[in-house]
Structures are given as structure tokens and as C-alpha cells.
């Protein structure tokens, strides 16, 4: 693997750079060493792709190691993103170990520094626990770029299709299931039908489902995992909740994979905001055991959302009374309360958006 070094990186290895030539673009890095959040952060841009894959809280003697960690790194990003065990291992043997040269010229320089803006603007959800920074990568590979002949790229489309060269096997390999979310309502039918991996955490699907129903993620949830009509598993997002275990099994909901309880016919209820009490039940429809999608999609919805904070069912009810009626003596008032909410609307294009980009 050629490793192309900024200065920084250069003199921080202590590595004289090698005179390199011919070396494919696929198995070519660019990389940079900057600090985000007073952590040394190594950023690594492929250069045909600009696929992005990003170390975090080095440490002296991880210096010391870089060529394992960027082999794994590159490897877990991958598998992160459901490419193909054998097509991620026939890249990483087609080219092992890494040599270091300088950068290629200025044009490659600047594609690397708008990659490492992309992890900087993503600073604070970088894992301080964790050297290998998966979700960072593939999120930065999922931000449409330029490219020299003035076209637009999405770097992980374009890391996919190089890979894919490598084997006549589907590059994505992956469980998904089919869940419709629907939104406990008396007298209106919200609900929402989407696909989704199977290897995800819980902590993600509650990030999905904030995004199918437009919440602003200002409140506690958990989830409840129902088996033959009766609870089996809750899973919570508040360490403070393991504290009063009750009769059924609580995990925390970003240690336990969704792949771990779906089924056929499973019912989940997302409970979101304990205050207004919205809960949502999840049916899984159906299991498909060979996507290709490895990001979540939204196949079909109904109806708006109520606004954050209005009062829970009897709340909205009210809301929509009032906000249906300009002579009403609070109109005024609540049009005002409910800002940008009270013309947020379910738009299957913007959703879908919003999910390609999150995970």
C-alpha cells in the first residue's frame, strides 16, 4: 500500500520518503496529521475514490505500528460498511504492508484537506474509546465531491465499483430487514416502512427512526423487544437505567445488534420521549439473507409527524384544532411556538437523503 504523507506525518514517523512509481490509484492513500479535539488524528484519502478512512487518539508507540493499524483500519471501515469479508481480504493481500512516499502534487493535497474538514465537522462523535474510527470514514466517503473533469463523485459509490473489478462476487453482502414503524396514534395512521441492515446497533436504528419521523432527538427512548406477546429485552440509552433492573433482561442499546433479536413477525416498541409518550411499534415484515444496500431506505410512509413537545396525543389534538383555526385566540401563539414543525411534511426523497448520509 503507498502511503503519501504530508510533511507533518512525514517528520512525526521519522521515515525518509521512498521514490515510488506505478503504483495503481486503488492501492494508493493520501494522508494528513491533524489534531481534532486535541487528539493526534491520522486522515487517509484513497485516490481514486477519495474514500476516507480515518485513526484517532494515536499515541508514540501506535506511530511506531502504523502499518498494522492502517491495514485494520481500512479492513474495518470496509466491514463496517458490509463490503464482502473475501473482496476487503484480496484487496488488502494484493497489496500488504505500506511504503511511504510524499504527496502527489498540489491537486491531491487539496482533495485531502477538504476530507479531513469533513472528519473535523464530525469532531464530536469521534470515540475517544476507539483508534479505529468507522463511522467517521464511511460518513466522510458519503459527501458528494468534485472531481478534475468537473463531475460530482460519492466516494464510497466509486470505492465500490474499483472493488468490484477485483471479483466477479457482489461487493455488498449483507442481512437487511424490512420493518413498517408505525406511530401508536387513535386517529391518524403515521407510519413509516423501511429497510434496513441487520447489523446494526440499536443505538443506530434509534438514529434511523429519529430521521423516518422527523424527531429532533431532544428526549430519552428505549426499546422493548416483545417474544410470543411478551417482553423479552429492554434496551436503554441511559446507563442511569441499569441501575433499577426489572423482571426483564436491559441492555445498554449500543451493545446489542439488531441481528440479535429481528425475526419474521418480531414486534419492537420505540418508546421516544417518556413525557408526551410516543410510542412506536416496529414490525418486522420480512428478513432478505443477500442485500446489496447497505444503508437504510425508506420504501413508503404516511402522514406528518406531530411537533417535539406538544403535549403528547391529547396535546396534538389540541395542537391541530387550534393551528386549523386562524380565529382561534391562540392561533398566533402556536404558529409561532411551532416554527419550522408546523409545516413539516413526510417527504420520502428528503428522508431517504438523510438515511444514505447517517450511517
Keep these: 500500500m503507498l502511503i503519501q504523507c504530508t510533511k507533518k ?3 512525526t514517523l521519522k521515515k525518509r520518503p521512498d521514490h515510488v512509481e506505478n503504483v495503481p490509484p486503488l492501492y494508493s492513500w493520501h494522508a494528513n496529521l491533524l489534531t481534532i479535539n486535541r487528539r493526534k488524528t491520522v486522515v487517509l484519502m484513497n485516490d481514486v475514490s477519495r474514500y476516507t478512512v480515518v485513526l484517532y487518539g494515536l499515541k508514540a508507540a501506535d506511530f511506531r505500528k502504523l502499518d498494522g493499524l492502517i491495514a485494520d483500519a481500512i479492513r474495518r471501515t470496509l466491514s463496517d460498511a458490509s463490503v ?3 473482496i476487503i481480504e484480496r484487496y488488502l493481500s494484493a497489496s500488504p504492508g505500506c511504503v511511504y512516499a510524499k504527496t502527489k502534487n498540489r491537486a491531491m493535497v487539496a482533495r485531502l484537506n477538504k476530507a479531513c474538514e469533513n472528519v473535523q465537522f464530525r469532531g464530536e462523535v469521534l470515540d475517544p474509546n476507539d483508534l479505529i474510527q468507522s463511522a467517521a470514514g464511511r460518513g466522510t466517503s458519503k459527501i458528494l465531491v468534485g472531481n478534475s473533469s468537473g463531475d460530482y463523485i460519492i466516494p464510497d459509490e466509486v470505492m465500490y465499483k474499483e472493488l468490484a473489478k477485483l471479483t466477479d462476487q457482489p461487493v455488498i453482502q449483507c442481512r437487511a430487514a424490512v420493518i413498517k414503524a408505525t ?4 386517529n391518524h395512521d403515521v407510519w413509516r416502512r423501511v429497510v434496513v441492515p ?3 446497533t440499536f443505538r443506530q436504528l434509534h438514529r434511523i427512526l429519529q430521521v423516518l419521523f422527523q424527531w429532533t432527538d431532544s428526549h430519552l427512548h428505549e426499546f422493548t423487544v416483545y417474544k410470543g406477546g411478551k417482553p423479552s429485552a429492554r434496551l436503554v440509552c441511559d ?3 441499569l441501575d433499577f433492573p426489572g423482571n426483564i433482561p436491559m441492555f445498554m442499546e449500543n451493545d446489542r445488534l439488531l441481528s440479535e433479536f429481528a425475526r419474521k413477525g418480531i414486534c419492537i416498541i420505540y418508546a421516544y420521549d417518556f413525557g408526551d409518550g410516543w410510542n412506536h411499534v416496529l414490525k418486522v415484515e ?3 439473507e443477500n442485500s446489496t444496500k447497505n444503508v437504510p431506505v ?6 406528518n409527524t406531530p411537533p417535539e413537545d406538544v403535549g403528547g396525543e391529547w396535546g396534538y389534538e389540541d395542537y391541530l384544532k387550534i393551528m386549523n383555526d386562524p380565529t382561534h385566540p391562540e392561533h398566533d401563539e402556536r404558529v409561532e411556538w411551532s416554527g419550522d414543525q408546523s409545516d413539516q411534511i413526510f417527504d420520502l426523497d428528503d428522508v431517504n437523503f438523510r438515511l444514505e448520509t447517517m450511517l
Design 9 to 11: 506525518l512525514l517528520d
Design 84 to 86: 464482502n469479508p473475501e
Design 183 to 186: 406511530l401508536v396514534l387513535e
Design 198 to 200: 441487520l447489523d446494526i
Design 239 to 241: 446507563k442511569e437505567a
Design 286 to 288: 420480512s428478513i432478505d
Design 298 to 303: 425508506c420504501l413508503e410512509g404516511k402522514e
